[in-house]
């Protein structure tokens, strides 16, 4: 008999209390008692809006036009949880797994920086246009494997020893990445939850991150304009339930339906998701992302806008500054 079906069909909480305990430790059975605190998305001024983070035992879906940040928010959670001691298991359906650790590594050189500074060490020696673009070349060639030898990295170690990209790789590579699981080769929300829920059996807490949800619905392109609304439907029902049965937190991005200039100047709703299905019934907690598109510049102004929270305030906003070739958001 497994686990799960030992503490089904009971009679009350003490019932079901008494099982849990005969078949996992107190503390295992503590821990589906008592729900987990929320976990911070890495932006304080987010936390603060939302209540306190991330919450577990449902999934938050973070929505934006394209270029507006959400699949850059998503990245900075993942990081955030590799910190905190939770397992991040970042399923990219659009972009490939070397750009998703780029990102992670330009969020940690960015961290790194930030600590520089705090010790006096001049702005200029770490502020450099060419980080992403060098950190996002040496993932390339690691995380493609088209390093076959330590010998070309020794090389580059040897030609440049103060690279602060350099430093912030080292250090990524032994503080980060080891708990950092990136998928970028499924294209099923199930598949993507059977995954989820191997890891949950062996004891592996994770935060599943959906990068984005209208490319996780199974179905092909012949049914793709006539069944949208019942393939997302469904991809939302197996996140939420999945979020609920593990008690995890879970991030799913979603795309927005596309808006004239008019409506873009109106407060956002559930109603904005692109094919929304039930996103916005399953979902514990919707933020969407507006990102004024007339402005230019390294850094743009962003609002979130907190359009649903079932454990914290809702309809509040907060407004950031989003760097998207460093991928910091304050």
Same mark, same amino acid.
């Given at each position: 008999m497994n686990k799960s079906t030992i503490i089904d069909n009971v009679s009350s909480a003490a019932e079901a209390w008494r099982r849990l305990k005969?078949?996992?430790d107190f503390d295992y059975a503590m821990a589906h008692i008592m729900a987990p605190a929320p976990v911070n998305t890495g932006v304080p001024k987010l936390d603060h809006t939302l209540?306190?983070? @991330?919450p577990a035992g449902t999934y938050t879906a973070i929505a934006g036009e394209g270029g507006s940040g959400k699949s850059a928010l998503a990245c900075v959670i993942a990081y955030e949880a590799a910190l905190s001691g939770l397992f991040p298991v970042f399923f990219s359906m659009e972009m490939p797994a070397e750009m998703v650790i780029g990102r992670l590594l330009s969020i940690h050189t960015s961290r790194i920086r930030e600590l520089q500074a705090a010790r006096g060490v001049p702005e200029s020696e770490w502020m450099r246009q060419t980080w992403w673009s060098t950190s996002h070349n040496l993932v390339r060639k690691i995380a493609g494997?088209? @390093?076959a030898t330590e010998e070309e990295a020794?090389?580059?170690r040897a030609e440049h020893p103060d690279d602060p990209v350099l430093v912030a790789w080292e250090d990524f590579r032994e503080t980060i990445w080891p708990y950092v699981l990136v998928v970028a080769n499924i294209y099923s929300i199930q598949d993507a939850c059977e995954l989820v829920r191997g890891l949950y059996a062996r004891?592996?807490?994770t935060l599943p991150i959906v990068d984005y949800l209208q490319l996780g619905a199974d179905g092909d392109d012949a049914e793709a304009s006539v069944r949208e609304y019942?393939?997302?439907s469904k991809a939302s029902v197996e996140l939420a339930r999945l979020a609920k049965d593990c008690q995890i937190p879970l991030v799913a991005v979603s795309s927005l339906r596309k808006m004239g200039r008019e409506e873009r100047k109106e407060a956002p709703t559930l109603q904005m998701l692109h094919g929304s299905g039930r996103i916005?019934?399953?979902?514990?907690?919707a933020i969407i992302i507006k990102r004024d598109a007339e402005r230019d510049g390294a850094e743009q102004p962003i609002e979130a806008h907190v359009v649903k929270n079932r454990v914290g305030p809702s309809g509040t906003s907060c407004k950031l500054m989003f760097n998207g070739g460093l991928n910091m958001f304050r």
């Open positions: 005969e078949v996992y209540g306190g983070g @991330i494997h088209r @390093i020794e090389l580059y004891g592996i807490r019942e393939r997302i916005g019934f399953d979902c514990g907690t």
